[in-house]
């Protein structure tokens, strides 16, 4: 069986700034990150489409405490994030000072701003990348 869009792919997508999800041709529902199959319907027949990055905080944590190496980047938010293609996503928060965030952040309409690549430590696979989002005015 066949990844529509494997991980790598997505990942070196958002290196480049773009979401991508996949889109099932079945019942319509995008997933992201890519999944095997649909989150809704389960079926294989899924299409890789690029997504606005565009959406709204549903809730968010601030973080204290990281991984090795990463640990000049403290405080830091992150954030699960519905997109405007009604998928939900997690990824970080910039340009809010994360000492204030407050459930004000919550409803707030935020877009995704770049891909960031973070480092490996000694308990990953390597390197990844997440979204990152900053708020709409």
């Known amino acids: 069986m066949e990844y529509k869009l494997a991980f790598k792919d997505y990942n070196e997508a958002l290196k480049r700034n773009k979401l991508l999800g996949l889109k099932c041709q079945e019942c319509g529902v995008i997933t992201v990150p890519p999944k095997m ?3 809704k319907c389960a079926s294989l027949d899924m299409a890789v489409v690029e997504l606005t990055g565009k959406g ?5 944590t601030t973080c204290n405490v990281t991984s090795e ?3 000049d980047e403290l405080p830091y938010v992150i954030l ?9 996503i997690m990824g970080n928060l910039t340009g809010t000072d994360p000492t204030t965030a407050s459930m004000e952040l919550i409803g707030q309409k935020v877009r995704m701003v770049e891909g960031k690549v ?3 430590d000694r308990y990953s696979a390597g390197e990844g990348t997440s979204p990152v989002f900053r708020l709409e005015a």
């Open 37 to 39: 199959a649909c989150r």
């Open 56 to 60: 709204k905080i549903q809730t968010f």
């Open 69 to 71: 190496g990463r640990e």
């Open 80 to 88: 699960l994030v519905e997109l405007e293609e009604s998928a939900w």
């Open 118 to 120: 973070f480092s490996g």
